[in-house]
């Protein structure tokens, strides 16, 4: 507004002829500073300066901090960026009590900001003091009332006198107490932070007979997916895995994802002891939980995190030599083997009470799902493939497992868009072109990212320019 007050200034006399134009024109700068906070007032206010900057206006004006932490190919935060952060409930709400940011997780500040505050999915809200300490946080795609209703969560634990970062000092004194340590780690639950590292400590703190208690069941059933492999919990879930079986945990699948967990975060610092402790845990899994994952795709896991191309090739080569080697056949009693097990599962009310339509949706999934597990374990291998060698007799491989894909989804353009980039690799460009052509035309035309990057990727083959 102070603009406009300046600009009521008396008019010079020699432009007294031009006093209706200036008038005119003061009407529309009103009209439009008027318009734009009425666009302000509808949504969510992103700041859109640096973290320090966010922080200083954080404590300049006594407010938490709400953040969204987001990355660009995830779709619920896609979601909750066009229908949730713009309405004018929701804007009300967040900019009366909070500084709000935005942060891409994979992209400059982003990255070390996810980082710090232990962010593994998206989106993640994070609540943070205006000291920069973490207080509250929650996750995933909801509707407006849900997001507000959990916010309010949120400032209860910000107004709480006992802050976690209290918490935590004080974990470091009494970490040996067991009556502690349980209201600590309840604490940390509710907050939404991970309990996979303290559950170990707390097991240890622990008679052997309170290690299957059903406090101890609910917390596997939050961290028990993300262990470690030579950690006491995991140790735990194996040693008793008849017990939490007969109480209805998946020990298998828990057991299985703490396999990845475990290779994933040795990838982060090349340790190999790590990976050969995760594959022996992997081997001792019963068959219906390797099936998730394969020895192979392990290995894979861990040579990607650590950027050895040359052993990552390797073990996807083994992998895809292996799918390539199921027939049609073979692949037709595979899925009438998947639909009898879910008809006897449903029957037994594994999956609940299943409606008309729920059962028929099953039925289908499995169906589908060995034929699914070829396809995309046949393209994923081509692709990363195609990126990262150069090798032509290896591309070649690649393009005949590209193929195979084909001959089971001839119409899907995620894998002609593999075959045409392997062939523009190969040096086939008219077929490529040919081929992206028609991966193009099979896009979705919904999915406009989808679409702009494969027919990008048309122009580049046409015009001869590197695609990977």
Same mark, same amino acid.
């Given at each position: 507004m102070e603009r406009l007050i300046r600009m009521r200034r008396?008019?010079?006399?020699?432009?007294?002829?031009?006093?209706?134009?200036?008038?005119?024109?003061?009407?529309?700068l009103l009209t439009a500073l008027l318009c734009s906070m009425v666009g302000f007032s509808q949504g969510i206010i992103f700041e859109t300066g640096t973290w320090k900057e966010v922080l200083a206006k954080a404590k300049q004006t006594n407010k938490p901090i709400f953040v969204d932490v987001?990355?660009?190919?995830?779709?619920?935060?896609?979601?909750?960026?066009?229908?949730?952060f713009p309405q004018e409930v929701v804007g009300t709400f967040f900019n009366d009590k909070f500084i709000n940011y935005q942060i891409d997780a994979e992209k400059g500040e982003g990255v070390d900001l996810a980082k710090l505050y232990t962010v593994t999915a998206y989106p993640t809200y994070l609540f943070i003091n205006p000291k920069g300490e973490f207080f509250y946080r929650f996750l995933g795609s909801m509707p407006a009332?849900?997001?507000?209703?959990?916010?309010?969560?949120?400032?209860?634990?910000?107004?709480?006198?006992?802050?976690?970062?209290?918490?935590?000092?004080?974990?470091?004194?009494?970490?040996?107490d067991p009556v502690f340590f349980l209201e600590y780690m309840k604490k940390r639950e509710k907050l939404g932070i991970s309990n996979a590292s303290l559950l170990d400590e707390y097991l240890l703190l622990l008679p052997e007979d309170q290690r299957t208690?059903?406090?101890?069941?609910?917390?596997?059933?939050?961290?028990?997916?993300?262990?470690?492999?030579?950690a006491e919990a995991f140790k735990n879930l194996k040693a008793n895995e008849a017990l939490f079986l007969e109480k209805k945990l998946p020990v298998g699948n828990m057991m299985g994802s703490s396999i990845v967990t475990t290779i994933t975060n040795a990838a982060k610092t090349k340790d190999e002891k790590q990976l050969n402790a995760a594959i022996s845990a992997y081997e001792l899994l019963p068959q219906e939980s390797k099936d998730v994952s394969s020895a192979e795709t392990l290995y894979m896991t861990y040579y990607k995190g650590t950027g050895d191309n040359e052993n990552y090739v390797k073990y996807a080569s083994q992998q895809a030599n292996k799918l390539m080697k199921t027939t049609d056949? !073979?692949?037709?009693?595979?899925? %009438?083997?998947?639909? #009898?097990?879910? @008809? !006897?599962?449903?029957?037994?009310? %594994?999956?609940?009470? #299943?409606?008309? @339509?729920?059962y028929a949706q099953g039925k289908n999934y499995f169906e589908a799902i060995d034929k699914s597990k070829i396809m995309f374990g046949l393209n994923e291998n081509a692709w990363e493939v195609f990126k990262r060698s150069s090798d032509k007799n290896l591309l070649k491989l690649a393009l005949g497992w590209s193929e195979r894909t084909l001959q089971l989804n001839p119409e899907s353009s995620q894998f002609l868009d593999t075959y045409a980039n392997l062939l523009f690799k190969l040096g086939r460009q008219k077929e490529a072109i040919e081929q992206q052509e028609k991966a193009v035309s099979f896009v979705n035309k919904e999915d406009a990212e989808g679409l702009k990057n494969m027919t990008e990727t048309l122009r580049k083959i046409k015009a001869g320019e590197k695609t990977w």
């Amino acid at each position: 507004m102070e603009r406009l007050i300046r600009m009521r200034r008396p008019i010079n006399f020699k432009y007294r002829f031009n006093r209706p134009f200036i008038m005119k024109k003061q009407l529309l700068l009103l009209t439009a500073l008027l318009c734009s906070m009425v666009g302000f007032s509808q949504g969510i206010i992103f700041e859109t300066g640096t973290w320090k900057e966010v922080l200083a206006k954080a404590k300049q004006t006594n407010k938490p901090i709400f953040v969204d932490v987001y990355t660009t190919w995830c779709g619920p935060c896609k979601m909750m960026s066009k229908d949730v952060f713009p309405q004018e409930v929701v804007g009300t709400f967040f900019n009366d009590k909070f500084i709000n940011y935005q942060i891409d997780a994979e992209k400059g500040e982003g990255v070390d900001l996810a980082k710090l505050y232990t962010v593994t999915a998206y989106p993640t809200y994070l609540f943070i003091n205006p000291k920069g300490e973490f207080f509250y946080r929650f996750l995933g795609s909801m509707p407006a009332e849900t997001f507000i209703e959990k916010t309010k969560e949120a400032l209860a634990e910000y107004n709480d006198p006992k802050p976690i970062a209290d918490w935590d000092k004080e974990y470091l004194v009494k970490k040996s107490d067991p009556v502690f340590f349980l209201e600590y780690m309840k604490k940390r639950e509710k907050l939404g932070i991970s309990n996979a590292s303290l559950l170990d400590e707390y097991l240890l703190l622990l008679p052997e007979d309170q290690r299957t208690s059903d406090v101890i069941l609910e917390f596997y059933k939050i961290d028990g997916y993300f262990l470690n492999v030579t950690a006491e919990a995991f140790k735990n879930l194996k040693a008793n895995e008849a017990l939490f079986l007969e109480k209805k945990l998946p020990v298998g699948n828990m057991m299985g994802s703490s396999i990845v967990t475990t290779i994933t975060n040795a990838a982060k610092t090349k340790d190999e002891k790590q990976l050969n402790a995760a594959i022996s845990a992997y081997e001792l899994l019963p068959q219906e939980s390797k099936d998730v994952s394969s020895a192979e795709t392990l290995y894979m896991t861990y040579y990607k995190g650590t950027g050895d191309n040359e052993n990552y090739v390797k073990y996807a080569s083994q992998q895809a030599n292996k799918l390539m080697k199921t027939t049609d056949a !073979e692949l037709v009693e595979m899925s %009438k083997a998947s639909v #009898l097990k879910f @008809e !006897e599962d449903a029957k037994a009310g %594994k999956f609940g009470q #299943l409606n008309a @339509e729920n059962y028929a949706q099953g039925k289908n999934y499995f169906e589908a799902i060995d034929k699914s597990k070829i396809m995309f374990g046949l393209n994923e291998n081509a692709w990363e493939v195609f990126k990262r060698s150069s090798d032509k007799n290896l591309l070649k491989l690649a393009l005949g497992w590209s193929e195979r894909t084909l001959q089971l989804n001839p119409e899907s353009s995620q894998f002609l868009d593999t075959y045409a980039n392997l062939l523009f690799k190969l040096g086939r460009q008219k077929e490529a072109i040919e081929q992206q052509e028609k991966a193009v035309s099979f896009v979705n035309k919904e999915d406009a990212e989808g679409l702009k990057n494969m027919t990008e990727t048309l122009r580049k083959i046409k015009a001869g320019e590197k695609t990977w």
